[in-house]
């Protein structure tokens, strides 16, 4: 995570990668339909556990991403009317079409976390098969599911029948590389009532370690009919209308490339150049995020959440990294955000 987040820091400064051609229409511009549900266009905003809250969701929208996916929820905690999850299902008025993700091994416990994913207003569910964190799998939930894929195919099956909005699965390409065929599995997903299958290429075991290959992603996309969306290592519009080319697949879903830098998800959706936004841009954009979860989670919780995206939005835009440093240690969210005001200055 900290390797590809140097990465994606460090390309800043390099020289914007060219914006692709302009022959024929933008392929990621257009609309497309999962199940009954209308998305304006072929970028996702990834799932991102302890991230993809609603403000998160509401400002990957407001910046162009045609299908926002919330944090991973715990189906148990939904059952057992757990407070904090329970406030996890909250909507933001801005965010549709946003995608509920949950999480679990029990078909009974994941129908009922669709149903009340359904009864929040969100427009789809998404089943988490990625998962690679241990305590997760003994569960049997995550990518544990990868590995028992009849289990996988009743939870599916269980959760298309408890409702009407559209059932989705994001899956890895198996625990580990080469254990199950993805296709294959992605046929069985498709044939127990998955509407569209989103596809990591990395296997569980790896993590989020080398590249994402998605000639993996593009035998997925030829195994079933429902759309596919590609994730993994995709940070730029070249890149992604790259990958959609090679695979053929429906869409492609951002994550890393997104922390603190949210005008990608508009750029690839637009099919432009990276963008290069103002220092001042940046810090109006960190501190009207920042506002938005200490409203949602009080500062306290707000203080701590911020840290990772002070540096995520500000390394390699030319603020000395001892003022970002400064901002991460900051001990209290209004400290932080009187340092951040001061940098406008600088
Ligand atoms: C911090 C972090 C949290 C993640 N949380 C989830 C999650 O809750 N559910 C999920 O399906 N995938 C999760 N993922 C995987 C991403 O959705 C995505 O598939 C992966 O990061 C590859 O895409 P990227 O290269 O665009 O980041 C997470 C990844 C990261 C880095």
Redesign the pocket.
């Known amino acids: ?1 900290k390797k ?1 987040m140097r990465a994606l820091v460090a390309a800043r400064s390099r020289e914007p990668i060219a914006p692709p051609s302009a022959a024929g229409p933008w392929p990621l511009a257009e609309p497309f339909r999962v199940g009954g549900v209308e998305l304006p266009n072929r970028v996702v905003q ?7 809250n609603r403000v998160f969701r509401e400002q990957s929208r407001r910046h162009g991403a045609g299908l926002v ?4 929820v715990a189906a148990h905690g939904i059952r057992h009317g757990n407070r904090r999850t329970q406030s996890m299902l909250e909507l933001g008025e801005g965010e549709s079409p946003v995608a509920i ?1 949950v ?1 679990g091994g029990d078909p009974d416990v994941m129908a009922d976390a669709a149903r009340a994913v359904e009864a929040s207003g969100a427009d789809m569910v ?1 089943i ?4 690679p964190v241990p305590k997760i799998m003994k569960t049997g939930a ?1 990518a544990a599911l990868l590995d028992d894929p009849a289990k996988g195919e009743a939870v599916v099956r269980a959760m298309a029948d408890a409702v009407r909005i559209p059932v989705t699965v ?1 899956m ?1 390409r198996g625990v580990r590389p080469g254990d199950i065929d993805p296709g294959e599995v992605a046929r069985r997903f498709e044939a127990a009532g998955a509407a569209l299958i ?1 596809i ?1 290429p ?1 296997a569980a075991v790896e993590e ?1 370690s080398g590249t ?1 290959d998605h000639r993996i992603s593009a035998e997925v996309v030829q195994a079933v009919d429902i759309p596919v969306v590609i ?5 730029t519009a070249t890149e992604a209308r790259d990958a959609l080319e090679m695979t053929g697949a429906a869409g492609v ?7 603190g830098n949210p005008w990608v998800l508009g750029a690839i959706a637009r099919g432009e150049v990276d963008p290069r936004p103002s220092r001042g841009q940046v810090i109006d954009e960190l501190e009207g995020f920042s506002h938005g979860i200490a409203e949602l989670i009080g500062p306290d919780r707000a203080c701590h959440y911020l840290r990772k995206f002070h540096s995520w939005y500000l390394a390699g835009r030319g603020i000395p990294d001892e003022d970002v440093q400064a901002l991460i240690e900051a001990p209290t969210y209004e400290e932080a955000m009187a340092l951040l005001a001061g940098l406008r200055e600088r």
Not at 253 to 259: F, Q
């Open positions: 995570m590809r990834a799932p991102l556990a302890g991230i993809g996916v919330s944090e991973m993700q999480f998404d988490n098969m990625g998962c995550g994001k890895r989103t990591h990395r989020y994402a994730s993994g290592d995709i940070a879903m951002i994550g890393r490339a997104g922390l």
